[in-house]
């Protein structure tokens, strides 16, 4: 069993940043893959990949967010981070962190991320 705790969302003006955390707990082998997810208000398709990462550090972000979101990984925490600058009202969304194992998905329990305009 894996538990992610998220931290880091809030209320942020637009042309704001903030940094999101998520640490894993538990069982914790092989991991595939990290990445936050994210599912807008009245969204009614599946969450959107924002940004993922490799256990070997190759990372993807949605077109949305290149340029101005950074994900990272601190393997020794079991902690995956991302760094959102020049952030939009579009941006507005509940984030979900993911770690992804051979046989397994986990997910975080979301953290609000509000940018006013």
């Known amino acids: 069993q894996v538990w992610l705790a998220e931290s880091g969302g809030g209320l942020v003006q637009a042309g704001g940043s903030l940094r999101l955390s998520c640490a894993a707990s538990?069982?914790?082998?092989?991991?595939?893959?990290m990445g936050w997810y994210r599912q807008a208000p009245g969204q009614q398709r599946d969450r959107e990949s924002v940004a993922t990462i490799t256990w070997g550090g190759s990372t993807k972000y949605a077109d949305s967010v290149k340029g101005r979101f950074t994900i990272t990984r601190d393997g020794a925490k079991n902690t995956v981070y991302l760094q959102m600058n020049s952030l939009k009202p579009e941006d507005t969304a509940v984030y979900y962190c993911?770690?992804?194992?051979?046989?397994?998905?986990?997910w975080g329990q979301g953290t609000q991320v509000t940018v006013s305009s």
């Open positions: 993911n770690f992804h194992f051979p046989t397994s998905d986990y």
């Open positions: 538990g069982s914790i082998f092989n991991i595939n893959s």
